[in-house]
Structures are given as structure tokens and as C-alpha cells.
């Protein structure tokens, strides 16, 4: 595929300005949003998809059919999530937003919709994926506690660190234990290992923890309390990693992930943020894309 990185770029940094929008003033722009129309507010997301028409034409793989979902899903979540208010107004959790979350989960873990952009790009399709979440819980449903927010605080690397000592002894015995993990020397250069960590944090810790934290946990925690709604978050994102590095059931991944789960939800409910799980998270997966 020809002159793809520049436009894939160019749809990347589109597609992260309402990360940056929810992450820094999601408040204000939730109150924005709330001033539209309601026509305005389901439709509006719609514009999602012209991420989907620029990549995708640019590389001559435009489909309608690829192009129809990217337009439709957008407003259909915005729509089922204006009825949620309707019959929710106290956030209590709805049929609708366990159906809305349940695709996305899906969708993203299974890779539906890989197949339309190019590639070495399905990435773009994950993130658009996310900002249709965002907008959707964000904006329309303005879901309270979920701590999605950019503004770093000091708590946030006390937090998210002490989790990770305290799960760093549970994982490293039981990792060697099942041969899930490989100790080996390496020695990155200090730049080289702070980029690439920065990187773990915004494309995968980031978008992880918002999910199964401060959407799944958040809204479990209002129907079965803090204790059941960390375990249940917690093998839910166990289960979402089945199907890594492995052509069947990984089991072993799935009780680490799990039991990692355990310990990047509590990080998240001691302050209600989203970036203590992120550091607790990035910080595991940068200690073992490194040395394990």
C-alpha cells in the first residue's frame, strides 16, 4: 500500500482529539453536548466514521458496507444510550449500556472489524471504537466516577505503583510456576524504554482501563457492590485475553490477566482514576515486553 503512513497518522491524531477533549475537560464538554438537540446528539457521532472514508479511500478498500456500520453503530449507541437516561436517570445501570458495552468488548477482543482497514492499521479501527465509547458514556450518558481524566496526579504514581508491588511477587511466582514467563537480560537504552512505556500507557493501559474500570467495574459496583464488581470486572478481563498469544484457550493467560485485573481495579476504586490502573497496567507490560 502506497503513502499510507501519512494519512493513517493524520486519522490517528483526528481520532485521539476526543480522548483529549474527555481526558482534560469531560465535564464541560459533557454539559456542551447536553445543550444540542437531541437530534444533533445522536447524529453527531456519526462523523466518526469519515476516519474510515479517508484511510480507507486512500488505499482504494472503501466498502459500503464497512463504511453504512461505521456510520450507523455510532448513532444507534448514542440513541440506546439516550433511552438508558431515560429509564436511568440515577446511573444504576441499565439492559442498554451491558448490551452497548458487551459489542465493543466483543468487537475489539474478536476482531470483527479488522477486516475493513488496511493492513498493519486495525488499530484505527479499535481507537474509533473507543471514541464512540467515550462519546457515548461521556457525553450522552455522562456516566459519574469513572476518573477518565488526563489531569495527573501524584496519587495516581503512589497508587499505581504500590499496586504493582504488591502484585509483582504474585506474578512472578506464579508466571514462573505455570512457564508463562521467560526471565532474559536486556538492556534498553533509557530513551528507547521511557517512550515505549508512554506508548503502553496511552494505546493499551489507557484504553483497557477505561473499559473494564470505569465502565464495566463502575457500573457492576452499582448493582452488585465494590467487592463482587472487582472480581467480575476483573475475570471479565481475563477472559478478554483467551485468545492472545495462542491459537486456543489460554488458560494461563487468562488466570494472570485476571488476578492482574484484581490488582489494576483496586488501584482504580482507591481514587476513582483512571490513571493509577493505566500505571499499574503499562508498568507490567513494559517490566515483561523487557525482561520476561
Given amino acids: 500500500m502506497q503513502n499510507l503512513a501519512p494519512v493513517a497518522l493524520a ?93 465493543l468488548g466483543l468487537a475489539v477482543d474478536l476482531r470483527w472489524f479488522d477486516p475493513a482497514w488496511p493492513a498493519g492499521w486495525q488499530a484505527l479501527g479499535k481507537i474509533l471504537l473507543v471514541d464512540v465509547g467515550l462519546y457515548g458514556f461521556g457525553a450522552i450518558r455522562q456516566l459519574s466516577g469513572t476518573g477518565f481524566d488526563f489531569r495527573l496526579k501524584w496519587s495516581d504514581w503512589t497508587t499505581g505503583l504500590r499496586e504493582l508491588a504488591l502484585f509483582a511477587p504474585v506474578v512472578l511466582v506464579l508466571g514462573l510456576a505455570l512457564g508463562f514467563i521467560h526471565p532474559h537480560s536486556n538492556f534498553p537504552r533509557l530513551g528507547a ?66 488476578i492482574a485485573g484484581i490488582f489494576y481495579g483496586r488501584a482504580w476504586r482507591a481514587r476513582r482514576r483512571v490513571p493509577a490502573s493505566s500505571t499499574t497496567h503499562a508498568t507490567v507490560d513494559w517490566i515483561w515486553s523487557l525482561w520476561f
Fill in 11 to 103: 486519522a490517528l491524531t483526528l481520532e485521539l482529539i476526543p480522548a483529549a477533549i474527555f481526558g482534560f475537560a469531560g465535564e464541560r464538554a459533557g454539559r456542551v453536548v447536553a445543550h444540542w438537540s437531541v437530534v444533533l446528539r445522536i447524529a453527531a457521532p456519526a462523523t466518526f466514521s469519515l476516519v474510515y472514508v479517508g484511510v480507507t479511500t486512500s488505499q482504494h478498500i472503501f466498502h459500503w458496507a464497512w463504511f453504512a456500520l461505521y456510520v450507523t453503530l455510532p448513532v444507534a449507541i448514542a440513541w440506546l444510550l439516550e433511552q438508558a437516561n431515560a429509564a436511568d436517570a440515577q446511573q444504576r445501570g441499565n439492559w442498554r449500556d451491558a448490551a452497548i458495552l458487551l459489542l
Fill in 193 to 258: 524504554a521511557a517512550l515505549q512505556w508512554v506508548g503502553i500507557f496511552f494505546f493499551v493501559a489507557v484504553p483497557e482501563e477505561l473499559f473494564f474500570r470505569a465502565w464495566v467495574q463502575n457500573l457492576l459496583e452499582r448493582r452488585v457492590g465494590r467487592r463482587m464488581a472487582l472480581v467480575l470486572a476483573s475475570l471479565l478481563f481475563g477472559l478478554s485475553h483467551f485468545n492472545k498469544r495462542s491459537a486456543h484457550f489460554n488458560w494461563r493467560y487468562v488466570l494472570l490477566a485476571t
